[in-house]
């Protein structure tokens, strides 16, 4: 129902943009955000937007540096990573639910995509 993308090797300081795209309409009515997880290591939560756009949140690590967007239109959410570090390296996954603080609690989560690889080599 989530189909995440975009992930790859980049070097620190560079950049990558993931894409979440979803055939479920529904999903336009519902926040989105990634989580991630990087080996060894409890899944966090990276970013998250409302349904409608206006609200987003960010985890202090990625403040600054990265940023969520989305296409209602096309039920499509966005992450545009900049300055990259390596420990930002980690399985990054979409996900959607009705609430926006669900998604920054990172658990009970109602729907999951397929991960994304991202690299960042130092």
Not at 7 to 24: F, P
Not at 48 to 53: K, T, V
Not at 66 to 92: C, G, W
Request: with cysteine; charged share 20%.
């Amino acid at each position: 129902q989530l189909q995440a993308s975009g992930g790859g090797l980049v070097q620190a300081g560079g950049s990558l943009r993931l894409s979440c795209a979803t055939s479920e309409r529904t999903f336009g009515n519902y926040a989105m955000g990634w989580l991630r997880q990087a080996p060894g290591k409890e899944r966090e939560f990276v970013a998250a937007i409302s349904w409608s756009g206006s609200d987003s949140l960010y985890a202090d690590s990625v403040k600054g540096r990265f940023t969520i967007s989305r296409d209602n239109a096309k039920i499509t959410m966005n992450l545009q990573m900049n300055s990259l570090k390596p420990e930002d390296t980690a399985v990054y996954y979409c996900a959607t639910d009705l609430n926006l603080s669900t998604l920054r609690r990172g658990y009970g989560i109602r729907y999951w995509g397929r991960g994304t690889q991202v690299t960042v080599s130092s």
